[in-house]
């Protein structure tokens, strides 16, 4: 019997056994291999279960697990305490897990915790009420999770007929109530919840008053959690108090996102209020950059309308707005409103070289400081030993230390793959001698690719081979380890090297959230070449020598970008706003005869 099954479980809540018992498992001659000899293990009530086998290096990866009331053992004082190299289980214990898991989803609450999943799952608010009030019959307890589940339907019967979203509202209150009562605390997804039924019983300042409660209680809000209130006042046209919240938010922590700033953005223009106007067009140029239609629809309003025609001034100083674009490193100056009388607005494109085809106004390249660059470069980094194996990145680091720098990194798998079935390095190495003859230095651009495209399949036929023998004697190939994510090693390649990165990749997924910065967008917009194949090869559609982002210039004139378009197979749209009227017209007469001599 192992030793963990010797003792009743009560008895690991003592502080005071587990303590002895940890001293005395450190004294327990536990002959190991040496890959594990030097990797410290924590002791804890949960560690003493059986292991069993994994199946590869990369997914057994020890770690530490300490509990307030015990220390780490030393490595240097005793051997190791590792998990036992037995691969399989004890059975008596594993039976015994088995039973308490089966005991526990067919208890009353487990069974019930399933069917409010399932009820969730489809939507179906009736069926869980139904299954609520038959629990609160038989008196069986909920937990958190049940009220949770049941909080979320009250709130979210969106597509849900009126009676269903009546029945909602009544009883989402009501249940809310009774998790008080039964003292269950709540956390941020209850109190989201909740906000949500106030939001729908048309009650903002309740939503709002629970945002509050949240923070008080120390559960940090999301920007979900500030949806229900910044919604319900703008919808209310309630413009200070959806400011209150905006000045929550920041307090808080949390960064709107386009929904909530455009929602802000139209009721200041509803309300004619041209500072705040201004304020949120330069939060949206620093968060959002590009925008919706619906959001360059309300900008478009704003610059048609009265309240634009009379905000700004008559005269500027010049001196002060050139200080403003040097400081925000160009692109905007952020000192106001220029000028006074209507706006001209309507829809553009931009030429080749960032000119505006509707008033002739170039746009800037926006900079980015370069101690920004090395502090992602940093963080990129730390995140990646944290997501992949620490010893194979940093192996990949130092290689490239000695290898590098690279004029241009490529993400072979996406180059490789664009538009095929089938790996093809034909294509692939269409790219490299591309970016190869456009580099200024003649260097092979660096290959970066997962190990199993260079073993089997297209990889071994002759031609490939020869093709990667090549790349590897030029030292421009790097093939990432099993197991890995190599979306990690060409973006820090590119970043660490201020390089071109080719692909065509968009670099929207769960990895690029994590970097949760700014100046991700900013450094991909400058660096990132994507590709077009045809029969003559392929064509590279290198960074705009412009910043696609929202743009106001020393003149005093706007334009911004929409999402519409993407400059490759078709033109992106942009909003242009400006006041120089008889400029613009002039301006489009000399275009249209440029374009016919």
Known sequence: MPLAASFPPSLFRHASFRSSLSKTLSFLPLPLPSRYARRPFYLSSSSLRPFVKHPSRRSFRPRPMPHPSLSPLSTDAAPALTPSLDPDPDPTVAASTRSKKKARRESPEGLLRHHLDMCS?????????????????????????????????????????????????????????????DAVSPNEATFTSVARLAAAKQDPDLAFDLVKQMSS??????????????????????????????????????VPEEPELAALLRLNVEKGRGDDVYRLLHRMRAIVRRVSESTAAIAEEWFSSDAAAEAGVEEWDVGKVKEGVVKGGGGWHGQGWLGKGRWSVGRSEMDENGVCRRCGERLVCIDIDPQETEDFVKSLASLACQREVKTDFMGFQEWLNRRGPFDAVIDAANVGLYK????????????????????????????????????????????????????????????????????????????????????????????????????????????????????????????PPYSIVIQESEGGSWHIPTVLGDDIETPRQWVCATRHANTVSSLSHAWLGQMRS
């Open 121 to 181: 799952k489809r939507g179906d608010l009736p069926d869980a009420l139904r299954l609520y009030d038959a629990a609160r019959a038989a008196s069986t307890p909920l937990s958190l999770h049940h009220y949770n589940v049941l909080l979320y339907l009250c709130s979210s019967p969106s597509d849900a007929t009126d009676d269903t979203r009546a029945l909602g509202l009544e009883r989402g209150f009501e249940i809310f109530r009774q998790m008080g009562a």
């Open 217 to 254: 209680a120390g559960i940090p809000p999301r920007l979900r959690s500030y949806g229900p209130a910044l919604f319900g006042f703008c919808k209310k046209g309630e413009v200070e108090k959806a400011h209150e919240v905006e000045a929550h938010m920041a307090a808080a922590g949390v």
């Open 420 to 543: 095929q079935h089938n790996f093809s390095f034909f294509q692939l190495n269409s790219v490299v001698k591309g970016m190869r003859q456009m580099s200024p230095s003649k260097k092979m651009p660096l290959i970066i690719l997962h190990c199993r495209r260079v073993k089997g399949g297209p990889a071994d036929s002759p031609n490939n081979k020869k093709l990667l023998e090549t790349w590897q004697k030029a030292g421009a190939l790097y093939a990432t380890p099993p197991g890995s994510n190599d979306d990690w090693y060409w973006l820090y390649a590119a970043v660490s090297c201020r390089s071109l990165l080719v692909t065509n990749d968009e670099m929207r997924d769960h990895l690029f959230e994590l970097l949760g910065t700014s100046f991700f967008p900013r450094w991909k917009e400058k660096h990132q070449v994507r590709l077009t194949f045809s029969r003559k090869g392929p064509s590279f559609h290198m960074p």
